[in-house]
C-alpha cells in the first residue's frame, strides 16, 4: 500500500468519526497517528468533552473486535484480564476471558482504579500479551488501548504509575471545543440527554483488518534521513539535562517519536519524515514522559510549558 492509499483511507475513517464526534480534530488526528503506528493513547479531559464517544465511534470506523472496561475503585484484574473458573461438570479450570481481548479496549477513566488494576494493563500494553496463572495467553496482533481519564486534580483520581504512562505513544489534552462546534452540537443533540446508540449514527467500517496491516507495514517503510533521527535523540535527551525537569523521557520515548513521525508523514501523502513531523508530535509523546522538579512546579512552569521551550532551544536541521 502506498502512502497516497494511506491517506485516503485515513480521510476515510475521519469523516466516518465525524458522523458522531463535532470537532475535536486535533485529537483525531493523533488517534489515526497511533493507529498507524501500532500504539496506544490516553485521552485526558474534564467530564462530558466527548471522550468516550471518541473512542467508541473511532473502534465503529475500524470495524474491529471492541471492548470496554469502566474502572471503578472496587475493579480487580482479574475483571479486566480474565480468571480461571473451576468447572464442576469437567471437573476442570476454564479460561474465563477478559475484556482485553479484543482489537480496540476503552480503558474508560482508567484513572478511578487503583495501582493494582491499572498495573492490569501493563504487559498487554508492551506485549500484546496476558499471563494469566502462569500461563501466558496472546491478544490481537493490533491490540490497541484507548484509555480516558480525567485530571489527576479532580477528586477520586489515582495517578497512573510512570511505567504505565511510558507505555501510551500519545497523551491527548482533550479540551472544550469552541463556539461554532459547541453551538452544532446544540443543534444535533439538543432535543435529549441520552447519548444516541452508535448505530444511530450511521458509521460503516471505512477499513478492513487487511488494510490495517498493510498500513502500518507501509510506515515502517517510510525515509527517516540521519540528520532527523539526530534531532528526535537531541531532543529526548535534552529532556534529562534541563533542571525544570526531575525525570526526563526514556529512550523508548525517542523510538515511538520516530514511529510516530513517520506515521504522520504517511497521513500527509509523504513517503519521508521532515522535522516538522517530530515538531507537531513532541508535546503529545513527550508530555507525560517527563517530571517535573519542585521548584519549576511552585514557578509555575508545566511540563508543556518546558517541552515547548525545549523546541525553542534545540536547532531543528534544514
Excluded: W
Excluded at 295 to 317: D, K, Q, S
Amino acid at each position: 500500500m502506498d502512502v497516497a492509499a494511506i491517506r485516503e483511507l485515513t480521510e476515510r475513517l475521519r469523516l466516518e468519526v465525524h458522523k458522531a464526534v463535532v470537532g475535536q480534530d486535533r485529537a483525531l488526528e493523533l488517534m489515526l497517528i497511533a493507529l498507524l503506528s501500532d500504539g496506544h493513547v490516553l485521552l485526558e479531559g474534564v467530564p462530558g468533552t466527548a471522550k468516550t464517544l471518541l473512542a467508541r465511534a473511532f473502534a465503529a470506523a475500524l470495524g474491529v473486535g471492541f471492548g470496554r472496561v469502566q474502572f471503578t475503585p472496587d475493579l480487580m484484574p482479574g475483571d479486566v484480564i480474565g480468571t480461571n473458573l473451576f468447572n464442576f461438570q469437567t471437573n476442570a479450570f476454564t479460561l474465563t476471558r477478559g475484556p482485553i481481548f479484543t482489537d480496540v479496549l476503552l480503558a474508560d477513566e482508567v484513572n478511578r482504579t487503583p495501582p493494582k488494576t491499572q498495573a492490569a494493563l501493563l504487559q498487554a500494553m508492551q506485549e500484546r500479551a496476558v499471563t494469566i496463572d502462569g500461563t501466558t495467553y496472546p491478544l490481537s496482533r493490533g491490540f490497541m488501548v484507548l484509555a480516558t481519564q480525567n485530571p489527576i486534580e479532580q477528586e477520586g483520581t489515582y495517578p497512573l504509575p510512570e511505567a504505565e504512562l511510558d507505555r501510551f505513544l500519545f497523551k491527548i489534552a482533550v479540551g472544550y471545543p469552541d463556539r461554532s462546534e459547541e453551538r452544532e452540537m446544540v443543534r444535533l443533540h439538543g432535543h435529549r440527554t441520552a447519548t444516541p446508540t452508535l448505530a444511530e449514527y450511521g458509521i460503516a467500517r471505512a477499513a478492513s483488518p487487511q488494510d490495517l496491516i498493510e498500513m502500518r507495514g507501509t510506515v515502517g517503510t517510510l525515509r527517516l534521513a540521519d540528520a532527523v533521527i539526530d534531532y528526535v535523540v537531541d531532543l529526548v535527551r535534552a529532556t534529562r539535562e534541563r533542571q525544570a525537569l526531575l525525570c526526563g523521557a526514556s529512550p523508548r520515548a525517542a523510538n515511538m517519536l520516530a514511529v510516530a513521525a513517520r506515521a504522520r508523514a504517511a497521513i500527509e501523502g509523504r513517503n519521508f519524515v521532515i522535522p516538522d513531523d517530530v515538531k507537531a508530535l513532541a508535546l503529545p509523546v513527550l508530555r507525560h514522559r517527563v517530571v517535573m522538579a519542585p521548584a519549576a512546579e511552585i514557578e509555575g512552569l508545566t511540563a508543556e510549558g518546558a517541552i515547548t521551550r525545549l523546541l525553542e532551544e534545540v536547532e531543528a536541521p534544514r
